[in-house]
């Protein structure tokens, strides 16, 4: 980044934070990196999807991995409708009940949550549950994946089971000696409402306040230590986020989130002080601010669906040098919670999506992961910057 645009990023930022903030948010964009201060250990984290929990991929060693190169929590989506397909036993087709167990009176198929919680807690990383995607059973919507559920009964339900499960003294838990619990203490509730792709109901505020308020009260009387985390806002964010606040959502969550995509690593910390100033604005400004996913693609003339924020593998990389120790030098400033690059694994070249070139790692033709660039940057600024 030129020193023009950090001083332009700087000044920005001067004027949406407090005022001791905006001395303290010049100061780390235009201090030396190395003057950062360490940030705790699960600061930083990486999306788990795609390919690396499609099967085919060693996923122990995949995580294993992550610990190496200093990730310290893992955001992964669970599939409301991968786990509960089915309202009833009795739906259930007889070929697939041996892998159902019944879970508060719905069959319930945990095998692909508890791999992931399994590995990351073998390799010592928190894992961030994002919840999401409802089964026809339960939507408003059943010819839609992108429907939100009917009513908020059923979701909570869901979330309630997954509490009891993985939680503190969890049933998962209590199944695993071998493993050292890390019971999950954070959950958040869907991800980017505010687009059709993930809920087809718009505008979206009021139908998802609605879920989000019900969830944090299931959450909490699950687990009253838990943290809910709203979902991910996408695009113009800080006005999807006082959409949310309009809609009476200030007290249905504990964490604020925010998905800074754009071009430039100006821009991304510009986004992320617009948020903070609306929270403020809101009563919410010692509340924290997770950013649950921040990426740039390498599929510069190869992807052919792009969002304006393609790059090369090294121009990924340089901005992954660029914008992690800005993002560390702002955490106290603008209370930032974590930041979780997207994604970890990504397919082999040729995908038409820009997303399928987001991954800090990708398979090859043969199906063998390969780093990229972004790897190397990653590892090397993550470990400068965590304690």
Do not use: C
């Not at 190496?68 to 989506?77: C, D, I, L, P, Q």
């Amino acid at each position: 980044m030129r020193v023009r645009s950090v001083l332009a990023a700087a000044a920005a930022l001067a004027a949406l934070v407090a005022p001791t903030g905006a001395v303290a948010a010049l100061a780390a964009l235009v201090a030396p990196t190395g003057a950062v201060a360490a940030v705790p250990a699960t600061f930083f984290g990486v999306m788990a999807d795609g390919p690396l929990l499609g099967g085919g991929v060693d996923l122990g060693a995949q995580t294993a991995a992550m610990r190496g190169a200093g990730v310290g929590s893992v955001r992964v989506a669970v599939y409301w409708s991968d786990a509960q397909p089915y309202a009833t036993a009795a739906a259930v087709p007889p070929d697939q009940q041996p892998r159902f167990v019944d879970a508060d009176g719905v069959p319930t198929d945990f095998a692909a949550i508890d791999g992931i919680v399994a590995a990351s807690a073998a390799a010592g990383l928190d894992v961030l549950p994002v919840v999401l995607r409802t089964p026809a059973w339960a939507a408003a919507d059943p010819r839609s994946a992108a429907s939100p559920p009917r009513g908020t009964t059923t979701y909570t339900r869901f979330l309630t089971t997954l509490v009891h499960r993985y939680g503190p003294g969890g049933a998962f838990w209590a199944q695993r000696p071998d493993l050292i619990a890390r019971p999950i203490r954070r959950w958040q509730v869907w991800n980017e409402p505010d687009i059709r792709k993930y809920w087809n109901r718009q505008p979206f505020a009021a139908s998802y306040v609605r879920l989000l308020r019900a969830a944090h009260t299931a959450i909490h009387t699950a687990d009253p230590g838990a943290r809910v985390l709203l979902a991910g806002l996408t695009n113009r964010s800080w006005i999807d986020l006082r959409r949310v606040y309009a809609a009476g959502g200030r007290a249905a969550f504990d964490v604020a989130a925010a998905h800074p995509f754009s071009r430039r690593v100006a821009n991304v910390l510009k986004i992320v002080g617009l948020v903070r100033r609306e929270m403020r604005r809101h009563g919410d400004g010692s509340k924290p601010l997770a950013l649950t996913e921040l990426s740039w693609s390498s599929g510069a003339g190869r992807s052919t669906f792009n969002y304006g924020w393609e790059t090369t593998e090294q121009g990924q990389a340089q901005r992954i040098r660029a914008v992690l120790p800005r993002l560390a030098a702002l955490r106290t400033a603008l209370r930032l919670d974590g930041v979780y690059w997207y994604t970890w694994l990504t397919r082999s070249l040729g995908g038409r999506d820009s997303f399928d070139y987001s991954g800090l790692r990708r398979l090859d033709a043969q199906g063998t992961v390969v780093d990229k660039p972004a790897l190397a940057a990653f590892r090397a600024t993550v470990r400068r910057l965590t304690r």
